[in-house]
């Protein structure tokens, strides 16, 4: 092998180290140490922290605040942390642990880290500079030659000579300072700015339209990296054998196992006390007024509840991109979008296509939009060109004014005023599907294809029956001045809004031909007063808007009697939501017009949990927006067909959700984006704090924290909980390596309520091994009795 060969070999296994940076316009969450999966959670984040100089359990204070609580059950730590050996009392270990925070190195910046950040930001930048990075479409390696020898940090004309590409300057400069372990170096620079290495991977990974015109890989960075460092006499090699977080990490990793049995224990407790199902089964009505099919989402827990309680509504649990995996061409922004899980490839795009008898409005519709852009246009000019850019500023200072007070002060005056006027193309547009790319990229799919993607949502929520109005409800947030909007959007459809893909699915369902395919070829029948019609969930105000324009008059007296209900749960939800007794819709719409709101909504914080069943498990729990819930009957889905699409989709996208969140809040530095009060936007794709430094990968402060000492995100792992029989979940976990490693390593847990034995609590414990939830009072008596000594010694 040669010399090059082992380089790339290097730079390859180093890469998997780091996780993926996605764009503030996509922002999809996604395990920070993906890389690191294989290992055993306790030993990853140990090696995570060697190179990533990363933290990776709560400190403290965050285990006090629990405690205090009781959120991490006593007798339950006390029993764990005797396990391993640790017998003083939970009180010492805290303040042990506290002292240990306080004394936490801290991360510093170097030199180096600011020159490549500099060069970095330039070179990726898409769109907000008005000049571009010269030479960008000859690749980051070469157009940072071209350029070096100007810089006046470093630049030399010795620069000049170096190789012309980015493999054989790895090879120079390793050699000259005889480098044996690449890996180590390599692992260490890539980690040192694992935010911009994470966008440069994903950006390379999805091989974007700016990768396309402008290359740039991790090998192109560390040739650049290396040469500046040897160029300014630095060393090569960056220390990595640095125990971060300095006290043993097994004390604090049987605090947080402790923590997360707690909240297991009450889980559990609860779904037992509902009788699982069978009272909530009794109680339920033979018919139903209406179906609202909403995604997995932890938001939807709470709205769902609601919605319920306002009339006689059921509802279901469905990934929110609804099955329909496919990109999304925008009718007014002239972008296409992806819109459905990035693990999940394109095969479909969905359009819109005008209808005949609204002509008249898409003429207006397309004018506006040509006005609007003009506009757009000319005022970035204006505000970029040298010659205009200071005359602008004085003369439109004044109105920029106003508008900054009328925001400030009327914030909802002042969204209405803009919304005048505005024309709605989905009130006059069908959304169609046709297939994505090549040839075919404008034909429109069959009926075998349309008709499968309508089953495959029957079968995996176990559908039964059919009310006169069937709702397919996506969501997405509402907000102003937020760069971190996307990430409220519907993760399930790669941060985009899911109103596309539950509009387009209403339209199949409706389809004549689609509704015949389906009794003749699956014996399922849907009524002939059935009406399917999507719908959105504005996560911040909590309005359920129903695209419904095109809604037979027979259904308009049942859907006014819907939309009085809708308005009821909104009511009731955003008092629960915001905690508040009165205004509560209005204080909810202040906050999604709010620009200067840093907190528009929670998002996805709290999530803890899976929950894959029917809805009789849940219905009368308030499960506090704690857990997704996607719908599942087991006796409906006998080969497993179903539930290996929801193991294999749902639950490892649940995973990314919930460990993103983790991290984001025990070390908010390395994996989170620190306060939004000092974010300023790079790129158009990220942000940073203050003015340069690494690029931000995770979730800002505001998202995660009540305040600075205050903690709102518990950060525990996912447990999910499947309702169906043991051999069947067994069978499906043997056939997906991933998922098993996943749960061997402790990344996740898993449950399994066992119809077949009783419905017994069966938890997956390690290689295949399942422990049957204890039952034994006398057991737990004992276990009371030398917790509660333990603690008084």
Known sequence: MTKQEQILLSVEAASKRIGTTWPLYSFVTSNPLSGYEKLAFEDAVKEAGRFLKSKSYPEAYIYRQALEKKDIDTIILVKMLKQKDFHDAPKDYLRAMEIEDGQSLKTTTSELDVIMSKWLAAFMDEGIAEWQMPYKDKGFYKAWKALAVHDKTFGSSSLKQLPKTSIEALELVLSAHEVVNYNKIFSAHIGALSGWTGYIKHRKDINSIWQQKFPIDIQDYLAVRLIIANHLGMPLEIETDVNFEGIDNQLRHVWLKAWEATFQKKLVSDLKNNGLGVKASKEKKKTTDAQMV???????????????????????????????????????????????????????????????????????????????????????????????????????????????????????????????????????????????????DTEVIGLEEKVAIVKSGFDLMGWKGFAPLVLFVGHGSHTANNPFGSSLDCGACAASPGRHNARLLASLANDKDVKNALKVDHHIEIPNDTIFIGGEHNTTTDEIVLFDAQLPETHKERLDILKKNLIKAQQTVTKERLNVTSGSVALANKKSVNWGDTR?????????????????????????????????????????????????????????????????????????????????????????????????????????????????????????????????????????????????????????????????????????IWKNESSSQVNQKNEELVATEAIIN
């Open 600 to 768: 528009p909504e929670w998002g996805l914080a709290k999530n803890a949990a899976f929950i894959v069943g029917s809805r009789d498990l849940t219905a009368s729990m308030n499960l506090d927006g704690r857990c997704f819930m996607h719908s599942y009957d087991w006796k409906s889905d006998p080969q497993g067909d179903a539930l290996a699409g929801i193991m294999g989709g749902p639950m490892v996208v649940t995973q990314w959700i919930n460990n993103h969140y983790y991290f984001s809040t025990v070390d908010n530095e390395k994996f989170g984006s620190g306060s939004k009060i000092t974010h300023n936007i790079t790129g158009q794709f990220g942000v940073v704090q203050g003015n340069g430094g690494d690029l931000k990968m995770g979730l800002p402060l505001q998202s995660l924290k009540v305040s600075d000492t205050e903690m709102y995100h518990q950060p525990l792992r996912l447990t999910t909980i499947i309702h169906a029989p043991l051999e069947r979940v067994e069978t499906l976990l043997r056939q997906n390596k991933h998922l098993q490693t996943l749960l061997d390593n402790e990344w996740m847990y898993l449950k399994v309520i066992d119809p077949k034995d009783s419905n017994v609590f069966k938890t997956y414990t390690y290689n295949f």
């Open 294 to 440: 909403f995604c997995i989402d932890t938001r939807s827990e709470m709205i769902r509840r609601h919605v319920e309680a306002s009339g006689n509504i059921e509802t279901f649990g469905y990934a929110g991109f609804f099955g329909i995996a496919a990109d999304y061409q925008h009718y007014q922004e002239d972008i296409s979008i992806k819109s459905c899980p990035p693990i999940v490839g394109s095969p479909y795009k969905i359009t819109e296509t005008p209808q005949q008898q609204f002509s008249n409005q898409d003429n207006v519709f397309i004018r506006e939009k040509a006005v609007s852009k003009s506009k757009l246009q000319i005022l970035k000019r204006l505000k970029n060109m040298l010659p205009s850019s200071f005359g602008f500023v004085e003369g439109a200072g004044a109105f920029y004014g106003l508008s900054l007070v009328a925001q400030s002060f009327a914030p909802k005056s002042f969204f209405k005023l803009k919304q005048i006027n505005i024309t709605n193309y989905e009130s006059f547009c069908e959304p169609r599907i046709a297939y994505n790319g090549g040839d075919r």
